[in-house]
């Protein structure tokens, strides 16, 4: 056992490492600049590329490069830097180009509070793309999961072909807290699967699957094109190749929902409430749960490890025995709507907070007795 | 690969065409001067990458058979320093037009040359955005007609070979769809050069460029580089110095490459120094 003082965004960093990242580019912002920092103590020891851009969007193109030259690549902004990169997010999501974007998120909107932490990217990640294709979003909630999350990201994104975000928040990424990389349990790496056949269908994959993948520079020509492009990777206008692909860029991503939910609960007997949140909030949330528990008020806790794909089958099925729904959030209410989505037949109560600060135990303890 | 005679079909994917670039159009010179460039240094194709952004220019990465990379608008130099930096012995080829290098792609190209990155940079300058219609350019320069400059343009045009040195780019060159032959030259340095190189071809537009600004159709566009344009240093230039120059204006050899240098870092790190 080997105890660190690390903070999150270091932790991403290893993460990254341990799932065989080779290549990282970025521009400096604040607060995911330390994720870029880290690499760079990484990434060279071990032979890899890391690298500053002209700037956010030069970045970008340079892991999505890497990417399609067979590197795994992990790059990391906030949310001004997501702005820039969403063209390529664009890009990557349609010609199906696997890569890991940490989003350090900050007070928005906008320059907002650099230094300030806040979940205000939550619905940009996941419509932050031209044709509003489904994305995978997971949210960490302290270091440990940093590094956890960050190695199921970059499995994901391998399987399902796509960029995979980790949305962080200043709040985790740059508080240092201990952690035991070394017992936390990972994941098996899944391996890129290469194709294997004679004629090169670049994009001809199985349903609600991605297709198999084969880097530009190897002996068989590859061809890649932002634009509209059928299974054969050629431009097209045929209304049929256009829908089926459309239709298996989103069913790869939803018709997944069960393999891409990670979730962490605290059940107790007795409870009729329930406590749905994410990211930092969710530590609150526990330490004002744990606290009323002693009081003799049991409250239960489901804490959302993925956001995008939304786990409907886990909240329904999780908040099914509970007669109070109360979600928490870092914004004003980017996600609850997810979560009545869901659960058509309960009432959702709801707190929100954008003012610069965390929301305190203390404020979820008044939320859930003022029921 | 053997050396055959040249077939341009060799090198080519047959289903992309007809191309799609108007009757008279200065691109598909540049396309022919490129696979003879790339035929005479008997390269493999699996050893090229042609990463290209969006505009009439960057469907020529379609029309080849190369490894290939039609992105988005500006950003091709960016994919291709990641794809560069990744495999460094691909020889990666960034063909662009007015828009996509010099305009929304302007900061990528002066970067990369700073960085004096192994790619080689083909400017497609027709003055003029052909496929959205006929707008002005960086590249346009001032009293031109087109289809946002009504009145005629009032900017600035960037010259492509001062910019490119400034920048630090370590080959630069210049040629014209009328110097055919030349250019095959000028290309076959450039994509040997090792070192961010730059080669700027101008191509005509007769469709919107030409007719709008009533300078004839192709033949006569081509005529007017051959008679506006002379090798560099030519003595006609003391006669009339605004004729434009081609040839070899930067060749700088031993120019520190950026790849090989990233590659010094790694191996300083994996020592443990850094």
């Known amino acids: ?371 | 690969m053997t050396k055959n005679a040249y077939d341009f079909k060799d090198y080519i994917r047959p289903r992309f065409f007809p191309h799609i670039w108007c009757a008279g159009c200065g691109h598909g010179i540049v396309l022919g001067s490129l696979l003879r460039a790339v035929h005479e240094l008997e390269l493999d194709k699996n050893e090229i990458v042609m990463t290209s952004g969006i505009g009439c220019s960057s469907r020529i990465s379609g029309y080849v058979d190369f490894h290939s990379l039609h992105s988005i608008h500006g950003r091709a130099m960016t994919f291709a320093t990641g794809v560069k930096l990744s495999k460094p012995k691909l020889k990666v080829m960034v063909p662009m037009g007015d828009g996509d290098a010099l305009a929304i792609g302007g900061n990528h190209f002066i970067h990369a040359a700073r960085r004096n990155i192994d790619l080689t940079a083909i400017v497609m300058n027709n003055k003029i955005y052909g496929m959205t219609g006929g707008q002005f350019s960086p590249l346009s320069g001032q009293g031109i007609k087109a289809t946002t400059a009504p009145y005629l343009t009032i900017d600035n045009e960037f010259d492509v070979v001062e910019l490119a040195k400034s920048a630090g780019a370590s080959f630069v060159a210049r040629s014209t769809t009328f110097h055919a032959v030349e250019a095959t030259k000028l290309l076959k340095k450039a994509i040997m050069h090792k070192g961010f190189s730059v080669v700027e071809i101008l191509s005509q537009c007769p469709t919107y460029y030409g007719r709008r600004n009533k300078l004839g159709d192709a033949v006569q566009m081509m005529e007017w580089y051959k008679t506006n344009t002379v090798k560099i240093g030519s003595k006609k230039l003391e006669k009339n110095p605004s004729l434009i120059q081609r040839g070899i204006f930067v060749e700088k050899k031993d120019a520190p490459e950026y790849c090989e240098e990233y590659n010094k870092i790694i191996t300083a790190a994996m020592k443990g120094r850094g």
């Open chain 1, 1 to 371: 056992m080997t105890v660190s003082f690390m903070e999150g965004n270091e932790a991403i960093a290893r993460g990254a490492i341990a799932a065989g990242c080779s290549f990282f580019a970025g521009y400096p912002i604040t607060p995911a600049t330390t994720i870029f920092a880290s690499m760079l103590k990484l990434l060279p020891p071990k032979g890899g590329i890391c690298v500053q851009g002209e700037d956010e969007i030069a970045s970008m193109g340079y892991c999505m490069g890497a990417a399609m030259a067979g590197r795994k690549v992990l790059t990391a902004t906030s949310g001004p830097g997501i702005s820039l990169y969403s063209e390529q997010i664009s890009f990557a999501i349609g010609s199906e180009i696997p890569m890991v974007i940490a989003d350090v998120q900050r007070l928005g909107p906008s320059t907002g509070s650099a230094t300030r932490g806040a979940d205000s990217d939550i619905q940009f990640l996941r419509w932050g793309n031209t044709g509003g294709v489904p994305v995978i979003v997971l949210s960490p909630k302290d270091a440990e999961d940093c590094y956890l999350l960050t190695v199921h990201a970059f499995n994901y994104a391998e399987k399902y072909r796509c960029p995979v975000f980790v949305a962080s928040n200043k709040e985790i990424g740059m508080t240092r807290e201990s952690v035991d990389l070394d017992a936390i349990a990972l994941p098996d790496l899944i391996k890129r699967t290469p194709y294997k056949g004679d004629n090169f269908i670049p994009f001809e994959a199985p349903e609600n699957s991605a297709p198999p993948f084969l880097p530009i520079g190897c002996d068989t020509l590859v061809r890649q094109t932002s634009s509209t492009h059928g299974p054969d990777g050629y431009i097209t206008i045929d209304p049929d190749t256009i829908a089926q692909v459309q239709q298996r860029l989103k069913d790869k991503i939803l018709a997944n929902e069960e393999e891409l939910t990670l979730y962490e609960e605290k059940i107790r007997p007795d409870a009729d409430t329930l406590v749905i949140c994410y990211g930092v909030t969710s530590r609150a949330a526990n330490q004002a749960c744990d606290i009323l528990a002693e009081q003799g008020k049991p409250v239960s806790t489901l804490t959302l490890k993925t956001l995008w794909p939304v786990p409907e089958k886990l909240i329904k099925e999780k908040a099914k025995d509970y007669k109070n729904i109360i979600m928490l959030e870092m914004n004003l209410g980017q996600y609850v709507g997810e979560i009545k989505k869901a659960l058509p037949q309960k009432e959702v109560r709801f707190y929100g907070q954008m003012n610069r600060v965390l929301i305190t135990p203390k404020t979820i303890m008044e939320v859930i007795e003022n029921e």
